[in-house]
């Protein structure tokens, strides 16, 4: 095959429950044999490709002729998007799908909220939270780790840091599935007008709690972020609800996905379980090496080559759809040693897990700390944890950049 000859072989379906149950066989083998692939994601038309390898993804996800706004690859005749209410507009242009100066510039004025030096002082409130909520396990015996807990801890958390009293909490639970579930890769008009009820009561909720923070700012996130600014630069008030909601988005439901499949992750590997619990020191290793192999976020979002790019030898054109496999570069037996094998005490954490370049995830401090918290505390509160039905029998959702479990059943 010449260089820029185009795979024409479609990969396994990377949307499926099936496909989000046990990727890495179809990993490896796209790897092996399609390290760019073709792939077809519902609700989209046009040339879609997987990138596989490590050292690809990497290039990609540091390649600025790979731009998230799509207005940046194709030309205004090939744009095709869903049907969006004026209301939802704001939630279109968030700072995930821009690119260069504009990019630059929001993340700018939200850069020391998700400092180091902030997260840090999260700690103790995050032990208090997964101590409550371990207590409640605890009672009953049994739990859907999901539901129970690895959902419960950052919903608490996010609703807290945004300023949301404790009674709007449940509603916030509801919106978060169904924003999630309408701007996802992929969705259809239909599939937004099913959930326009919901998403519509969250905007109308977080347009109040905006003006009200702009009015009496308080201790929370939402505050910080209205009065944020650089050279008296601050973010208008559509941008602060866009901003808002994609802080939801990618600060809950990765981290659900990280609690759970990671504890699921131990409780198939007790080996290293036990090692573990023997030598506490290892749980911030431990963390990088659960994000590595159990990948939250399996498929980055959507790329778009701003012109004809060669990757792998593979030839795509300007305006074609790029998606980086997360749980593929993570377990490339080119980049990591026995990539398959879960090693909690592994030093090569230079997994991308986060992305890499100018999209790396802001929210990598928080994930990291709720992540080692949660399932530090569990397995100490509960030496004798384990699951209640086969691995093998476990629900997966289906979609294309996130990889969670329905449930997690256990006995505690």
């Not at 015996?141 to 801890?153: F, S």
Request: charged fraction near 25%; aromatic fraction near 4%.
């Amino acid at each position: 095959m010449s260089t820029t000859e185009t795979h024409r072989a479609v990969a396994p379906d990377i949307v499926s429950a099936a496909f989000k149950a046990d990727p890495l066989p179809a990993c490896a083998h796209l790897r092996a044999e399609q390290p760019v692939a073709r792939v077809s994601v519902p609700g989209v038309s046009g040339e879609a490709y997987l990138v596989t390898r490590y050292e690809d993804a990497a290039a990609v996800l540091r390649d600025e002729r790979f731009v998230k706004d799509v207005r940046n690859a194709r030309d205004p005749g090939n744009l095709r998007r869903p049907w969006v209410p004026g209301a939802l507009k704001p939630l279109m242009h968030t700072m995930l799908d821009n690119d260069g100066a504009e990019h630059h510039r929001l993340r700018g004025l939200v850069r020391d909220t998700f400092a180091p030096r902030y997260v840090a002082q999260l700690e103790p409130r995050v032990q208090q939270v997964a101590g409550e909520l371990l207590e409640r396990m605890a009672a009953a015996g049994k739990a859907d780790l999901v539901a129970d807990y690895a959902l419960l801890l950052p919903l608490t958390l996010i609703s807290e840091i945004l300023g949301v009293d404790e009674r709007d909490r449940l509603r916030f639970r509801r919106w978060f599935n169904s924003l999630v579930a309408a701007s996802a890769l992929g969705s259809t008009s239909l599939r937004l007008l099913l959930k326009l009820p919901d998403i519509l009561a969250m905007m109308r909720f977080l347009r109040r709690l905006v003006a009200e923070r702009r009015e009496r700012p308080r201790d929370d996130l939402v505050s910080r972020l209205a009065g944020a600014g650089e050279d008296g630069d601050r973010l208008t008030g559509n941008e602060l609800l866009a901003m808002v909601a994609l802080l939801l988005i990618a600060g809950y439901e990765t981290t659900v996905n990280l609690i759970a499949t990671g504890t699921l992750l131990l409780l198939t590997h007790p080996d290293e379980l036990v090692r573990l619990r023997q030598d506490p020191e290892l749980m911030g290793p431990a963390v990088e090496e659960l994000l590595r192999l159990g990948s939250p976020v399996d498929v980055a979002t959507e790329r778009y080559a701003r012109e004809d790019v060669e990757v792998a030898g593979v030839a795509l054109p300007r305006g074609s759809l790029v998606l980086v496999g997360i749980v593929s570069a993570n377990t490339d037996d080119a980049r990591f040693e026995e990539p398959e094998r879960l090693d909690l005490a592994r030093e090569d954490h230079h997994h991308v897990a986060f992305g890499l370049g100018p999209h790396y995830c802001l929210g990598a401090p928080l994930a990291r700390l709720e992540g080692r918290v949660a399932i530090g505390s569990l397995i100490r509160r509960f030496p004798d944890l384990r699951l209640t039905v086969p691995p093998e029998q476990l629900r997966w959702r289906a979609g294309v950049s996130l990889r969670g479990l329905v449930s997690l059943p256990v006995v505690c």
